[in-house]
């Protein structure tokens, strides 16, 4: 949802359905993904904070087919 601004709550509730999760968590693990993104911790090419609010996926998004994903998948099961 490139653009789309997630509320922390709706994303936690989407994250963790059957868990009681604090705010703590959620921050924890963007923080994580954007280490693995290679996205400084302040945001910038992948995820915005939205301050008291959420975060917003702000880097481009490109769709693949079915069939391409397919493959996409399989090659990065090969590296495994």
């Not at 302040?42 to 769709?63: D, Q």
């Amino acid at each position: 949802n490139r653009g789309h601004a997630l509320e922390k709550g709706v994303l936690m509730k989407r994250l963790w359905p059957d868990a009681v999760v604090e705010e703590a968590t959620l921050a924890q693990n963007v923080s994580t993904l954007r280490k693995i993104l290679g996205d400084p911790a302040s945001g910038g090419k992948y995820i915005e904070t939205l301050p008291k609010r959420g975060y917003r996926f702000i880097a481009n998004v490109r769709e693949l087919s079915p069939v391409r994903l397919k493959r996409h998948w399989d090659q990065m099961g090969s590296l495994n």
